[in-house]
């Protein structure tokens, strides 16, 4: 009896003394700094570079602001974003309009570095408002452990490196097919170990190749968005010309898929709806996906959408 009592002081001792997650949150954004346990690594040529735990993690908790501008849909729609910029935005709804953050300044935060996972993200995005403003917020969904990388889901988009992540599926199961055909084939051969060896190696020698290949085929798709982050674009100027009709097709689309939300831009929607449905959507997706978060949120304990005064 006197046991229990003693742990139930313990345990409302415990809570009581822990950060809430939104509390934790609201002192780093009046702060303007990352909170520490997390630091920028460079991952790979593809995804660049990424976000990891120096520090464990617990679920709920809060990991870091994707920290920027905060500007107007009509604002962003007015600025003239490079497409490599324009994966630095993320646009969100608040009080009944849209929103941007603008984090295509590099300002050493964290934040802006966290990459996609759209299947199993250790983190979720959330609104949390301090003194009248919104501010976006990442959240540990799970534990995560030192050394994990610090991902969100980045919504429901056609992002041009999820392609390749399937390409490369479809690789390893062809590979695992064609190694099951071997071996079925070799069983009934008494020299089979050594031609299954061979063969396995031959097979993961045209994995490598085939993904080789379809990560050079797709440096040449115009809707790779990770081309734009490779080294050539920052250094050849007959690159960046290339990319110039782009830029400006994301730019429209990305007007569009703000006019959908605002009446008074009606007036010059269709042309730019047909001329990139994708950047288009992305935007979309993005937006959904926090909304999504938000109200699944809001019936969390932890509170999402909070309104923090001073
Ligand atoms: C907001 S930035 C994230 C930081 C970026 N990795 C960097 O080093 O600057 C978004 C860009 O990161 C890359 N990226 C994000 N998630 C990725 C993923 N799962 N796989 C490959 N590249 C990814 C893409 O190039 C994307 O345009």
Redesign the pocket.
């Known amino acids: 009896m006197e046991n229990t009592r003693v742990r139930n002081r313990a345990i409302m001792l415990k809570r009581k003394t822990r950060i809430r997650p939104v509390n934790d949150a609201r002192t780093y954004i009046l702060s303007l700094r990352d909170k520490p346990g997390f630091m920028e690594r460079?991952?790979d040529s593809?995804?660049?570079?990424?976000v990891f735990a120096t520090q464990p993690v617990e679920a709920g908790a809060f990991v870091l602001e994707y920290r920027g501008e905060l500007i107007s849909a009509e604002e962003c729609r007015a600025r003239d974003y490079t497409e490599?910029q324009s994966?630095?935005l993320f646009e969100f709804e608040w009080q009944g309009r849209h929103w941007c953050i603008d984090?295509s300044k590099e300002d050493k935060s964290l934040g802006?570095?966290?990459?996609?996972?759209h299947k199993s993200p250790n983190c979720t995005m959330k609104k949390i408002v301090v003194n009248d403003r919104p501010h976006l917020c990442l959240f540990a969904v799970k534990k995560i452990e030192i050394g994990s990388e610090i991902?969100y889901n980045?919504g429901d988009s056609q992002?041009?490196?999820?392609k390749?992540?399937a390409k490369h599926r479809t690789s390893v199961l062809e590979t695992k097919t064609s190694l099951i055909e071997h071996s079925s084939h070799d069983d009934s051969n008494n020299d089979a170990v050594v031609t299954q060896e061979a063969k396995h190696r031959t097979s993961v020698l045209e994995t490598k190749t085939s993904l080789i290949e379809h990560s050079s085929h797709d440096d040449s798709n115009n809707d790779a968005?990770?081309t734009?982050?490779s080294s050539h674009d920052d250094s050849n100027n007959d690159a960046v010309v290339t990319q110039a009709p782009k830029q400006q097709a994301s730019v429209l689309e990305r007007k569009t898929s703000l006019t959908e939300h605002s009446s008074h831009d009606d007036s010059n929607n269709d042309a730019v709806v047909t001329q990139a449905p994708k950047q288009q959507a992305s935007v979309l997706e993005r937006k959904t996906s926090l909304t999504e978060h938000s109200s699944h949120d809001d019936s969390n304990n932890d509170a999402v959408v909070t309104q923090v005064k001073e």
């Open positions: 460079f991952i593809n995804k660049g570079g990424g490599l994966v630095f984090a802006r570095l966290i990459n996609d996972n991902e980045y992002w041009p490196w999820r390749k992540e968005v990770v734009q982050h």
